[in-house]
């Protein structure tokens, strides 16, 4: 059996952050990750990071006001508050470790705007921030030499006694199934994106750490929320990053009309994303879109502003769209990008189970709350990546490994055997993916009401039948991603039934959750959040209050 | 449309041939790229292929492959461009790495080049209390390094590693670049001093290769030019010795790329080329030194370069 003080579920930006920290403080620290580090999906990351400087003059109480604005007020404040603070700090250590930040003239960090606020304090790279920050943490990682278990898939969690003593994995390249016993686990698996059909996120964006935590008793929290993006490509969903409205894009609709200003007559295209993708759908559905989308035109940016600062957007608007942004306007639709919802944790990135820990998309602390403010997340990644990996080391360096059985893989080892030995049946995890994705998309999309919902509670009970017979037609030990990709779908159906069970529950309309059939706030009763828990008859539905500190709820208007 | 993918499979747990080309004819949308036809493929005909793939976006730099003999992303690569008359498209795993099955190749060794050139950030003094002070232009410079995505794609059809492995190659050279061109790091002569050696900056033979197959422009190669420019400035050029004419010769003997280079010099609005040229004197080194054999240059199709000066052009 292998044994590691701290294990590391992850190497994106929150995963590699927690990971350095928790090395820094002294504890034997790994990382499991079922791709290489650098393909994780944090690359994807286009538009920056948010951080108010304030020995310059930014004010971060003003960044944790818009971040709540931007929530809906669902977000925790005392969580916001954290993140807030210690967000130039953050940035500053992510410059020393060497992200090559773009400068202002004199030589500073240099800031674009970003949607929802109304200072400019989103430091970036180009259009690759994500992947500027995500090569520079793995840079630090070869540094320190922190041990990482490339492309090993976690399957399980191991608990003892209600306690998280490890992970159970299995090697990619061999096949093989080894127990990996730790005294702290830290959960950083990211999102959740392709249980939907259309996702701006990677293939390998499948909700596993939310689906290893949720039957081993944490609690999952504000699925119901869920970001559509409001500039994603048609068919694919590749994004085209907010920075372009940030640096001056407008949308208009089939019309030519910049129609932002009807729907958020102050901050235009740069309102809050779910502002901005309601408004888009709006437009669509009253036959103000073409072809099912609208457009973003950056053409007035120039040609010069374009190649250096969105470069990677040009690339991508002409290798998919055959479109030169600085000639054409680009046909754009809201496309389901980010879960504000996650495992519930503290600030201290804890669950109520010891031993286990989250950080990143796959947590909820909850910063976000009913709407994630763009570039927020990658903040929360390193904040609460570095503050998991703190707390994880603190707790495994005061005590000794707990006892953990020999067996401890061989559930999993059975499991996955009887995948693999399942007749053939007609079925596949394609189409039963595709069959999520797309009932998640129609119904828990922009807009919902009950009896959508209903419905695609069902639709993934059955698709949960679908999954218990469905067969995995490769056979072989190495490499078999046929096998990877049906265990990520246990992980995604799981996410996707609290994720109806979540929108069910909750009875207004508040940040990304806009129900036609209900559509205003109702702060009265649900300044809440929803939890679910798992049992063996499906999700146990509850809910806790958001924590205020200082900002009152006030009607959200942009 | 339909198109034939013809993928050299490779499976280590069959018990003879374990390598073979299977074909598959697919429907397919006509924008579709070879990554979403194997992907098509994989969920539709053959859940077996294996192929590593995430972002779909040329950015996780997962997907690199040989298409038709050159290693590309597959997610950035048409159909379209890639089907031969009956469309046939060949797709092959990257070169110059270990199959472990199908399309997927064990890069460890290409990791481990990386770590070699120790590629983080070494600062000299003390950090400043708040961020480096560092020009706009200064940043901006390094982008293109920084924008490489470690796909492999250089190194799998770089000439030198086919017969020399000891050779840290281009993905790795051209990182130890972006610290080199970084005004905060502080170990400059110390990482000249370590690419000085064998296997190090002077054992590119030019071939041109790495920046044909680097999806993300990054243009390996210049940047390896550029260390050696900087590097012999520097002064460390003590070990070059007396072998410049021997490999100049040979290597344009094998490959005639010289004459190419030249009429590239003189097209107007190429940049760098005609810097590497003036290099030249200093830039071409024992990279065999005498061990290896003869290096197997492929010469470099004429049409394809002068498509790329001519992109190039316009792209200027
Ligand atoms: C296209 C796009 C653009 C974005 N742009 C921005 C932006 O500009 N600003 C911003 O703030 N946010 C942005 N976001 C959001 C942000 O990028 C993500 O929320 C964030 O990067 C998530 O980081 P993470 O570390 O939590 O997870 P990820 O980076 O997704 O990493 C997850 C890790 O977990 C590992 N893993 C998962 N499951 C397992 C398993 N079973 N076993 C082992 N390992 C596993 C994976 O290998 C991976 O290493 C964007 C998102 C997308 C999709
Ligand atoms: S130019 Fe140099 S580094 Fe690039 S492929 Fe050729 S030999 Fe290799
Ligand atoms: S230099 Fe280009 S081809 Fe080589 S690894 Fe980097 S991105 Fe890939
Ligand atoms: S799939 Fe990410 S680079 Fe091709």
Redesign the interface.
């Known amino acids: 059996m292998y044994e590691h003080d701290v294990v590391v579920v992850g190497a994106g930006l929150a995963g590699m952050r927690a990971a350095l920290a928790a090395a820094q403080q002294g504890a034997d620290t790994a990382i499991i990750t079922k791709?290489?580090p650098?393909?994780?999906?944090s690359?994807?990351a286009q538009g920056g990071i948010n951080a108010a400087l304030t020995?310059r003059g930014d004010d971060w109480e003003d960044h944790a006001y818009a971040t709540v604005k931007g929530s809906d007020y669902l977000g925790d404040q005392d969580a916001i508050e954290v993140m807030a603070q210690e967000a130039g700090a953050a940035v500053?250590e992510l410059?020393?470790?060497?992200v090559?930040?773009?400068?202002?003239?004199?030589?500073?960090?240099?800031t674009r705007r970003f949607g929802g606020q109304e200072r400019a304090r989103t430091f970036f790279?180009?259009d690759?921030t994500g992947?500027?920050m995500l090569?520079?943490l793995y840079?630090?990682v070869?540094?320190e030499n922190v041990r990482v278990y490339e492309e090993w898939f976690v399957t399980s969690l191991i608990m003892v006694d209600g306690e998280c003593r490890g992970v159970v994995a299995m090697d990619i390249?061999s096949g093989k199934i080894e127990a990996i016993r730790a005294k702290s686990v830290i959960l950083c698996t990211g999102g959740v994106g392709r249980a939907y059909e259309p996702s701006t996120n990677?293939?390998?964006?499948t909700g596993d750490g939310m689906g290893l935590a949720y039957p081993a008793g944490a609690a999952l929290m504000d699925m119901e929320m869920i970001q559509y993006h409001p500039t994603t490509l048609k068919g694919?969903g590749?994004?085209i990053t907010e920075a372009a409205r940030g640096e001056g894009a407008y949308l208009l609709n089939s019309e030519g009309d910049r129609f932002m200003k009807t729907y958020a007559p102050n901050m235009l295209e740069l309102a809050s994303r779910d502002v901005v993708s309601r408004s888009e759908a709006t437009e669509i559905q009253e036959g103000r879109g073409v072809d099912g989308c609208v457009f973003l035109d950056l053409r007035h940016l120039g040609r010069e502003l374009i190649e250096?600062k969105l470069s990677?957007i040009n690339?991508?608007a002409l290798?998919?769209m055959n479109i030169n942004l600085a000639d054409e306007p680009i046909p754009i639709q809201p496309g389901m990008h980010y879960i504000m919802g996650g495992i519930k944790t503290d600030v201290w990135g804890a669950t109520p189970i010891p031993g286990l820990y989250a950080a990143g998309e796959c947590a909820c602390v909850s910063v976000h709350g009913g709407n994630r403010l763009g570039a927020n997340s990658l903040l929360d990644t390193v904040v609460f990546g570095r503050r998991s990996g703190e707390a994880a080391a603190a707790r495994a360096l005061e005590r000794p490994f707990g006892r953990v059985s020999e067996h401890a893989a061989y559930l999993d080892e059975t499991r996955i055997i009887s995948l693999l030995d399942r007749k053939d049946n007609g079925d596949?995890?394609?189409k039963v993916r595709l069959a999520m994705g797309e009932t998640l998309n129609e119904h828990l999309a922009v807009f919902r009401e009950e009896q959508g919902m209903q419905t695609a509670a069902k639709a993934i009970q059955q698709l949960k039948e679908r999954y218990r017979y469905m067969p995995?037609?490769?056979?072989?030990?190495?490499?078999?991603?046929?096998l990877v990709f049906a265990l990520e779908l246990g992980f995604m159906l799981d996410c996707a039934e609290t994720i109806c069970a979540s929108g069910l529950t909750r009875k207004e309309s508040r940040g990304a959750h806009y129900r036609t059939d209900m559509p205003t706030r109702d702060d009265e009763n649900w300044l809440k959040h929803v939890t679910c828990t798992w049992s063996p008859d499906g999700p146990v539905v509850d809910t806790i209050p958001v924590t205020f500190t200082r900002w009152e709820p006030v009607e959200r208007t942009y | 449309m339909q198109v034939k993918l013809a993928v050299k499979r490779f499976d280590p747990e069959r018990e003879q041939d374990q390598s073979y080309v299977q074909d598959y004819t697919l429907d397919v949308p006509d924008h579709y790229t070879v990554l979403d036809a194997l992907i098509q493929t994989r969920e539709e005909v053959d859940e077996s292929l294996a192929v590593r793939c995430s972002c779909r976006a040329s950015i996780c730099g997962s997907c690199a492959m040989r298409v038709n003999g050159h290693a590309g992303l597959g997610c950035k690569t048409k159909l379209l461009d890639s089907m031969d008359k009956d469309g046939v498209v060949q797709v092959e795993p990257m070169g110059n790495q270990p199959v472990v099955k199908d399309l997927v190749v064990d890069m460890s060794v290409f990791w481990n080049k990386i770590r070699a050139v120790k590629p983080y950030l070494q600062p000299e003094g003390p950090e400043p209390e708040r961020e480096y002070v560092a020009s706009n232009d200064s940043m901006l410079k390094l982008l293109q390094t920084m924008g490489c995505i470690m796909c492999g794609a250089c190194v799998s059809d770089c000439t030198v590693l086919e017969v020399n492995e000891n050779f840290l190659g281009p993905a790795a050279l051209a990182k130890a670049y972006r610290f080199v061109g970084d005004p905060r790091d502080g170990a400059t002569n110390q990482r000249f001093g370590e690419l000085d050696e064998p296997g190090g900056m002077w054992d590119c033979t030019r071939c041109f290769e790495c920046v044909e197959a680097c999806p993300k422009g990054v243009a390996p190669m210049d940047q390896i030019m550029n260390l050696r420019e900087e590097a012999a400035a520097a002064g460390f050029t003590s070990t070059i010795g007396a072998r410049h004419a021997e490999i100049f010769a040979d290597t344009v003997k094998h490959s005639g790329w010289l004459d190419e280079l030249q009429l590239a010099v003189k097209t107007p609005g190429m940049f760098n080329i005609g810097a590497q040229l003036h290099n030249m004197p200093v830039g071409i080194r024992a990279f065999l030194r005498g061990k290896l054999p003869p290096i197997v240059h492929k010469a470099i199709p004429s049409v394809r370069f002068v498509r790329r000066i001519f992109e190039k052009i316009e792209e200027d």
């Open positions: 791709v290489h650098v393909r994780s999906h690359n994807a020995d500053i410059e020393h470790m060497g090559i930040f773009s400068r202002d003239e004199t030589g500073h960090l240099g790279v180009a690759i992947q500027a090569h520079v840079e630090q070869m540094k390249m990677g293939l390998i964006v694919n590749v994004l250096t990677y690339e991508v290798d998919y596949s995890v394609a995995v037609k490769a056979k072989g030990k190495v490499f078999n991603t046929a």
